[in-house]
């Protein structure tokens, strides 16, 4: 992340060093001590190209106090100078101006390195010595617009680096973010493929009841570790996935069978009582597989619906039912068609006698 953004401020650096160098050549009849500027402009060349040389070779160079200490130098300089390089009265008068555009490289590599406050400070004091400048040259600051200039100059400053800093701030903690879900992605991929199969196996050749329990245990709770990714485990929660994973493990204590909770990433954002009403009505499913269909597996799998909104399926492996003979009983009609339906979503039933049972629940 560093390198790319310092990447994208060498740019910068070289656009706005451009641009310097061709109001130099514009307004060159206007200069009163042009070896001055000349002198000034090299130096920022030479900045310039040794951080471009950094960046090539080691750019972490660039978020050092010294290198940054030399830009934001030469920029101060090219900002003091700027009325005595001009002759009186052309100064700050027009955009003209030395110090214009190149020193915002130097706050904005401090927002890099230092973050918002000492980027927005290195951003005052830039401004600030502009208005030093402006001020030793009288005809610069004998209108109200151009005293507003000044003062939008220091304000630009400041804005500048404090924002870069801030940006700064959010994609290093994204990075990290992003670095840490792939390398729990990794790791779950790799313990999917081997200890939880084998833990799994484990349970199933169990004659020990106790150690056939403790592997479950361990199991779910490793589980739980890789795809939940938080300790909330109340239907009200904000969490989806933590919900169903809790209302899974206290089936599995209940009814002694297996259930895997499968949730897309790119779920929609629910409220806490979509969440709840969800939760419920998928935890009475799971009841109504372990007490009535005697399941062994249950698959709950949870993504986005073309509407914009959440599928939910609870599946399982039982005995089933026939639907046109048997009738919905208050579990079904009020503990997850109930709580549903009062979310604004719907349910149905899928289910055939000897080939287990389906609900399927959306929700807006």
Known sequence: MERSVLQGLAAFRWAAWLWMTTVLLVARRD???????????????????????????????????GPLALELAIGASLILVDGWAYAPGHAFSTSESLGSV????????????????????????????RVGAAMANAAAIDTGARVLSLTSTVVFYAMGGAVAGYLARLLRRAEREI???????????????????????????????????????????????????????????GDLGSALRAAAARYEESFGGR???????????????????????????????????GAGKVTVYVEPDEAGGVFCSV?????????A???????????????????????????????????VLWLP
Do not use: C
């Open 102 to 129: 190149w020193p915002l490289a130097g706050v904005l590599a401090a927002g890099l390195a230092a973050g918002p406050v000492m980027a927005a400070l290195a951003g005052v004091s830039l401004g600030l010595l």
């Open 179 to 237: 670095s840490a879900s792939r390398a729990r992605e990794e790791v779950a991929r790799t313990l999917h493929d081997g200890v939880l199969q084998t833990l799994a196996v484990v349970e199933r050749r169990a004659d020990d009841p106790a150690l056939a329990r403790l592997v479950r245990e361990q199991e779910r709770e490793l589980r739980e570790y890789l795809f939940g990714g938080t300790d909330d485990r109340t239907a009200g929660g």
């Open 259 to 293: 259930v895997q909770v499968l949730v897309a990433d790119d779920l929609p954002p629910l409220a806490g009582r979509s969440v709840a009403a969800l939760t419920g009505a998928a935890g009475e499913a799971l009841v109504n597989a372990g007490r009535h269909g």
């Open 325 to 359: 003979i048997v009738a919905e009983g208050v579990g079904l009609s009020r503990s997850i068609r109930g709580r549903v339906e009062e979310a604004g979503g719907r349910v149905e039933v899928r289910a055939s006698l000897g080939e287990g049972a389906e609900v």
């Open 315 to 323: 599946k399982d492996d039982g005995v089933g039912f026939d639907p």
């Open 31 to 65: 200069l009163a001590r042009p070896s001055l500027a000349v002198g000034l402009v090299a130096l920022a060349l030479a900045v310039t190209v040794a951080d471009t040389f950094l960046l090539r070779y080691d750019y972490r160079a660039l978020l050092r106090p």
